[in-house]
Each structure stands twice: as C-alpha cells, then as structure tokens.
C-alpha cells in the first residue's frame, strides 16, 4: 500500500484526495493543512474516522513514513514544503497553481534527488484539449487570430489559470513569436496580428471552463473543456501519486502518466 501525506488536506482539493485515496488502496498517513487543524481528515473528508489529525507542521513529513505527497494548496506552502520532502525523499505529486518561476525552480532542484511532478490540470481531457489545441494552431497558421478564455468560481485567487497559462504555451510552442496580451480595455487599437489574448471570466460555481478560439474569416473554431466535478483533478492526482511512487527521481508530467510522450 502507498503511504499519502496531503498538503492542503482541509481546502476543497485535498478533502477530495483523501476521499479517493481509500478506493485507490492508498493508506494517508499525514494530513497538512493551515485551517482544521486537530480535525480527523477523514472525518474532514467525509469518509469516516482516518486516525490522521491535521496539522499544519510540515516538519512531521519526515517521520511520517509517506511515500509520496499530493500537494493541492498555495504557491507559499508548497514552497515551504517542496525542500522538506526533499531532504525526506518523498515524492511530490503538486496541482498547486499560481507558481512562479522560483517555485518551480525549487522544484526542478528536488527533482534531482525525488520523482516530483507538477500539473497545473489533473484532467485527462485539458491534456488532450493541449495537444488538439497546438494541432489547430500549427495548421491554421496565422491566418487565425487565437484568442483563450477561461472561467472559474469567484473564490479562485489567481488568473488566469494554470490551465490558460499551459494551453497558451502549447499555441506558442506551435505557432513562434506570438506574445500573450491579458483582457483588453479602453482604446487598445486594432488586434496586432502576432497577439495571443488571454481572458479570465470569474463567478459562481465554475470548477474550470477553457475554450481555445481561432478566430479566421469567415470561419471559426473554438475548442472547449468543462469540468464538471473537482473529483476528476483529484482522480489524475491520485494516480499520478501511484504512478510516481517507486520511480527513479525526475521532474515528470501527466504525459509520463498516460505514457503519451510529447512536452509535460
Ligand atoms: N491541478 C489541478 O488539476 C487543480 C485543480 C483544482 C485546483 N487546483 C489548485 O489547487 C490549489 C488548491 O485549490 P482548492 O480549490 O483546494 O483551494 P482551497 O479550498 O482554498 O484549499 C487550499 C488549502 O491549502 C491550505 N493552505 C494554504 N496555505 C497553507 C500552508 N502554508 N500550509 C498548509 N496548508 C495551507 C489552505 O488552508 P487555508 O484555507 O487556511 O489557507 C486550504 O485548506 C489551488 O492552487 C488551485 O488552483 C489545481
């Protein structure tokens, strides 16, 4: 059985993984959070007593005897994390969006002593929306403004999404010298032919929308992913956590779990 630690193990994320970890024979062993703290996180999660209280010192990972953590929480817990599971070898599996290039820059350092794997979208259908969205730009071309809209529930702190943030990268890998431009207000002047916009729509409910427009004369193409469940995100977590478990140490991507080859 693969021992769990979840860091974020109180949010919305994380009381999912902890519901689905018991299906996938997984046993949690370490619940860290910053809120809820002393609360069983199974009985957090709704499925029961776990025995495993939440706590919101990260040092306890060492001695936990976890083989892998699932991280679902903020860009400053998982930096403070990523260095203590380092140094304990426990793999990292992170959903955590909002990072910048120093919290990834920590870890890609783990990586070289633990198998750490970092997606900004869990979903297998954003992966493959990914690959059909580079398909569409590469043979559209420019004759094809790509605009990306993404919408999300009004408690999502950051924008545009992690999810955005990728797809655009997939544009720009497949279509060179496009730059992104985010919302657009007052007299920005006609569109520049080499724009990439980006639109973040924030309210209600929304678990993630994104739809990647091509936008051509006289004809139009828009590609469109809708989660309808957080469960899913928490199902590729945690089979990326049984995935990872046991591997050499990396820096990996849900591509390396489906075995689909291509770009993380
Ligand atoms: N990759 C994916 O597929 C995917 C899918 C959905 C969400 N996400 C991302 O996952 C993250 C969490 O989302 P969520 O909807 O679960 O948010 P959430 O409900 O706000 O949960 C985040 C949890 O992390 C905890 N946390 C924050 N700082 C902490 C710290 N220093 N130490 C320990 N715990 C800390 C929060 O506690 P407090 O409330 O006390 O701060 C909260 O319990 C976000 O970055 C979100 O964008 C990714």
């Given at each position: 059985m693969t021992k769990l630690a979840v860091l974020g193990a109180s949010g919305r994320m994380g009381r999912a993984v902890v519901r689905l970890a018991k299906e996938a024979e997984m046993t949690l062993v370490l619940a860290l959070g910053?809120?809820?703290?002393?609360?069983?996180a199974g009985e957090l999660a709704g499925?029961?007593?776990?025995g495993v209280p939440v706590t919101s010192d990260v040092g306890a990972l060492a001695a936990s005897g976890a083989d892998v953590l699932i991280d679902f929480s903020s860009p400053a817990a998982f930096a403070a994390m990523v260095p203590v599971a380092r140094a304990a070898r426990v793999a990292i599996v992170s959903g955590t969006t909002g990072l910048g290039a120093d919290e990834l820059a920590l870890l890609d350092g783990a990586a070289a002593d633990v198998p750490a794997l970092w997606e900004p979208n869990m979903s297998v259908g954003v992966y493959v929306l990914g690959q059909l969205a580079a398909l569409a730009a590469r043979a559209l071309g420019d004759g094809f403004d790509v605009e990306i809209v993404e919408a999300h529930h009004h408690?999502?702190?950051?924008?545009?999404s992690g999810t955005a943030l990728r797809l655009a990268e997939r544009v720009k890998a497949a279509r060179e010298g496009l730059e992104l431009v985010h919302g657009r207000e007052g007299k920005p002047g006609p569109r520049k032919p080499r724009e990439l916009g980006m639109h973040a729509l924030r309210g209600g409910d929304v678990i993630g929308d994104h739809t990647v427009h091509y936008l051509g004369e006289g004809e139009r193409i828009e590609l469109t992913h809708r989660a309808s469940s957080r469960e899913l995100f928490a199902r590729g977590a945690v089979r990326a956590a049984a995935w990872v478990s046991g591997k050499p140490a990396g820096r990996y991507g849900l591509s390396d779990v489906l075995a689909l080859g291509g770009a993380p």
């Open positions: 910053a809120d809820a703290v002393g609360q069983d499925v029961g007593r776990a408690a999502k702190v950051d924008a545009p």
